[in-house]
Nanobody
Framework: QVQLVESGGGLVQAGGSLRLSCAASGRTFSSYVMGWFRQAPGKEREFVAAISRSGGSTRHPDSVKGRFTISRDNAKNMVYLQMNSLKPEDTAVYYC?????????????????WGQGTQVTVSS
């Protein structure tokens, strides 16, 4: 069982930056692939970033590539999402998720545990 708690959301102007954090409980954090997803009002939850169990590999969709960076600290049971050059279309609730799998996965159905989400609002 893994419990996830996100923090770091807020209101930022377009072009600004935010760093989201996700604290995970449990002693087996390093055995999970970790991901970030987001969901805007009226839209499907979409993949934003994922990182391998060791932290050596990451994946980002084209919509955020070059602007968002996922990282993790297995010693602290933490995963982060650094978001730069934010755009109004990045406005959404951002969710941290954990997948009990060996390889990076990018679809929400593959993730086993979810946090409660943190709101990110980007003003124009």
């Amino acid at each position: 069982q893994v419990q996830l708690v996100e923090s770091g959301g807020g209101l930022v102007q377009a072009g600004g930056s935010l760093r989201l954090s996700c604290a995970a409980s449990g002693r087996t954090f390093s055995s999970y692939v970790m991901g970030w997803f987001r969901q805007a009002p009226g839209k499907e939850r979409e993949f934003v970033a994922a990182i391998s169990r060791s932290g050596g590999s990451t994946r980002h969709p084209d919509s955020v590539k070059g602007r968002f960076t996922i990282s993790r600290d297995n010693a602290k049971n933490m995963v982060y999402l650094q978001m730069n050059s934010l755009k109004p279309e990045d406005t959404a609730v951002y969710y941290c998720a954990a997948a009990n799998t060996m390889f990076i996965v990018t679809t929400r159905e593959r993730y086993d545990y979810w946090g409660q989400g943190t709101q990110v609002t980007v003003s124009s």
